[in-house]
């Protein structure tokens, strides 16, 4: 019985593949993105992990995504253990839909408007609206996003104007944009939480004074300059406890949610990474290493399988 993890960025395997081998792990990888499904064949035996990720189609691999929902459909309906499944899958893909669950789950979120429908000329001018409503200075992101790409802050409606007839603007690839309100940080850094398994692993800032808003932390999207990360040691907050509620009210056993402490005194959560990318310098720093936190929760649920699968034989089922 082994682990099956699904993804279509081998460029981010190596932390994970590593910390598997290390703990013994049978692992494989299961590369999303093209190629046939057999509706009527039985799934392997085994435990699965989705990574898959929001910015798979600025990697070339378009349909990523519905492959992805189709696989983990099939698994789920022959009762396959999924870790980060179906349910999850779609959170990733949306930012609209992550604001909206963590606003009713009584987390706060930057106040935002989703604009359905951006291309070039009259269709912007949704956009343009909700600029107005907003008040500047104010965001504007895809709301299928990843890695911080096509996140701009605009001063003025007018700006935006600009950018939307200039050659820079790239049109949303599930059409929908979201502009948001700029959250002034007290300080330069965001903090993001990292959650394995139901449990607080650690938490991280990222400098924004230095990084601005492109803050892939994996190793295969460094830029060599001095890290702007660094492990946000003995982080305790309440907000901890309520990242966790909402983890297990949706099924997210592995994520990373990311808060902004703003010059008011709000705490604004507006990013949950359930496809999460650990910084290597950080991981090595925290007391437990998130790579492998997540192999030892994934031989866990491998055993729990393997158990079940002989309790099966011995019933003669
Ligand atoms: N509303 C906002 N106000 C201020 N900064 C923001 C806001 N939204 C995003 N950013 C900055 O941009 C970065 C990337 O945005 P994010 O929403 O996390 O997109 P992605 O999914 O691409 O990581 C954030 O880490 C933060 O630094
Ligand atoms: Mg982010």
């Not at 604001?99 to 935002?112: D, F, K, S, W």
């Not at 892939?216 to 999207?221: E, M, R, V, Y």
Request: with cysteine.
């Amino acid at each position: 019985m082994k682990l099956h993890v699904l993804h279509e960025n081998p460029d981010w395997y190596p932390p994970f593949a590593a910390a598997f081998d290390a703990e013994g792990v049978a692992h494989e990888e299961w590369l999303l993105g093209e190629g046939s499904l057999d509706l009527d064949a039985e799934p392997p035996q085994g435990v699965f992990w989705s990574r898959m990720s929001a910015s798979s189609y600025t990697r070339g691999h378009p349909w990523a995504k519905d492959h992805t929902r189709a696989v983990l459909c099939w698994l789920e309906a022959h009762g396959r253990r999924v870790v980060n499944g179906r349910r999850v899958l779609e959170l990733e893909m949306s930012k609209a839909e992550q604001l909206t669950a963590l606003r009713r789950a009584g987390i706060a979120v930057p106040r935002t408007i989703a604009v359905v429908g951006a291309g070039p000329g009259e269709r912007a001018r949704g956009i343009l609206d909700a600029a107005g409503r907003i008040g500047a200075p104010f965001i504007v992101k895809p709301n299928q996003g990843g890695k911080g790409l096509g996140v701009r802050r605009f001063d003025s409606v007018r700006e935006l104007a600009e950018h939307l007839d200039g050659p820079a603007w790239e049109p949303p690839v599930d059409g929908v944009s979201l502009v948001q309100e700029y959250i002034r940080a007290a300080e330069p850094f965001i903090t993001r939480v990292e959650i394995v398994g139901g449990e607080f692993l650690y938490a991280l800032t990222a400098d924004t004074a230095r990084g601005g808003f492109e803050l892939c932390p994996a190793d295969a999207c460094a830029v060599p300059t001095e890290s702007i990360f660094a492990l946000r040691k003995g982080f305790e907050h309440p907000i901890i406890e309520r990242y966790l509620a909402f983890a297990a009210e949706y099924g997210i056993e592995i994520a990373g949610f990311e808060f902004i402490e703003a010059d008011d005194g709000r705490i604004l959560t507006y990013d949950v990474n359930t496809n999460t990318n650990y910084n290597p310098e950080v991981d090595a720093a925290a007391p437990r290493s998130a790579p492998r936190q997540i192999a030892r929760y994934l031989t866990s649920l491998l055993d729990v399988e393997a158990a079940l699968a002989s309790a099966h034989v011995r019933e003669g089922r």
